[in-house]
């Protein structure tokens, strides 16, 4: 599979199973379950659990995002990372 792949899976799934059935679904809602995803790895990891699990979550979640918004976020990756290797050492940050 590719990444078009995954996320055609992953957005096709959350259609079927009703996380899509709200008439206008709400972005921000969308991208804070991502993001609880992510807490739910850290929580994982506190408690000395693999949290691949989480990450995994993670990524399905974004997958599904994408479906529904950003079908080509392929292209703009692969465009962010060159533009990426462009910039300074941290970005010129402290972190």
Not at 45 to 71: M, N, S, V, W
Not at 83 to 92: D, E, I
Request: hydrophobic share 30%; proline share 4%; charged share 40%.
């Amino acid at each position: 599979m590719d990444l078009e792949d995954y996320i055609f899976e992953a957005h096709k799934t959350a259609c079927k199973k009703g996380f899509w059935d709200e008439e206008e679904p709400n972005y921000a809602e969308k991208i804070m379950l991502i993001v609880t995803e992510l807490a739910e790895a850290i929580q994982e990891d506190r408690k000395f659990q693999d949290p691949d699990e989480e990450i995994a979550d993670t990524f399905i979640r974004l997958f599904d995002l994408c479906g529904q918004y950003h079908p080509h976020i392929e292209e703009i990756i692969q465009e962010k990372m060159k533009y990426n290797k462009s910039r300074p050492y941290k970005h010129k940050r402290k972190y």
